[in-house]
Antibody, heavy 121, light 106 residues
Framework: QVQLQESGPGLVKPSETLSLTCAVS?????????WGWIRQPPGKGLEWIGS???????YYNPSLKSRVTISVDTSKNQFSLKLSSVTAADTAVYYC??????????????WGQGTLVTVSS | DIQMTQSPSSLSASVGDRVTITCQAS??????LNWYQQKPGKAPKLLIY???NLETGVPSRFSGSGSGTDFTFTISSLQPEDIATYYCQQYDNLFTFGPGTKVDIK
């Protein structure tokens, strides 16, 4: 059973960098698929942030691209998110998820439980 | 950017009712659309992929249809455990979620 677990600070100061890690168990990141981050501001909808392949290939939401870096550490079977210059608008529950794709479809099939990050001084 | 809209934004229905949610894309996305269910405090759960394919283990009362720009999600007989917010998501060009439809029991 594939499991994902987010970790990182729950409180970040404005203008600083938000850093989160997603540890994957039950599946080797090196085996394939893309791995990504999705966030959800309190009481609002879902926003895809970006995704990474085990090779390190990345693609990001254009609205966040200038501030986002996603990296992967296959030796630890985990991937990470960095979001710079945060403001209160970046306060959200951050989810990590696996992007499954084949000839039949393309979807986020396994998700972490989510972690709330609050941006406040 | 592809924008997604959903209607209604919320609805109340009785147990056993048929519930229908619509999702519209701002441009043709073929059948590149998924539906997720999110219960309070939980991560989203995939229900329907590729517009009409039921994910393994998901009850058959859930179904999806549509292609191009207009899509429909249906619960054939609403159950108490279906109380949740439902999101559509396109993957024709990157990924965009709809704003969600909150479903509760009347």
């Amino acid at each position: 059973q594939v499991q994902l677990q987010e970790s990182g600070p729950g409180l970040v100061k404005p203008s600083e960098t938000l850093s989160l890690t997603c540890a994957v168990s039950g599946y080797s990141i090196s085996s394939g698929y893309y791995w990504g981050w999705i966030r959800q501001p309190p009481g609002k909808g879902l926003e895809w942030i970006g995704s990474i392949y085990h090779s390190g290939s990345t693609y990001y939401n254009p609205s966040l691209k200038s501030r986002v870096t996603i990296s992967v550490d296959t030796s630890k079977n985990q991937f990470s998110l960095k979001l710079s210059s945060v403001t209160a608008a970046d306060t959200a529950v951050y989810y990590c998820a696996r992007r499954y794709f084949d000839w039949q479809g393309d979807y986020f099939d396994y998700w972490g439980q989510g972690t709330l990050v609050t941006v406040s001084s | 950017d592809i924008q997604m809209t959903q209607s209604p934004s919320s609805l109340s229905a009785s147990v056993g009712d048929r519930v229908t949610i619509t999702c519209q894309a701002s441009q043709d996305i073929s059948n590149y659309l998924n539906w997720y269910q999110q219960k309070p405090g939980k991560a989203p759960k995939l229900l329907i992929y590729d517009a009409s394919n039921l994910e393994t283990g998901v009850p058959s009362r859930f179904s999806g249809s549509g292609s191009g720009t207009d899509f429909t999600f249906t619960i054939s007989s609403l159950q108490p455990e279906d109380i949740a917010t439902y999101y559509c998501q396109q993957y024709d060009n990157l990924f965009t979620f709809g704003p969600g439809t909150k479903v509760d029991i009347k």
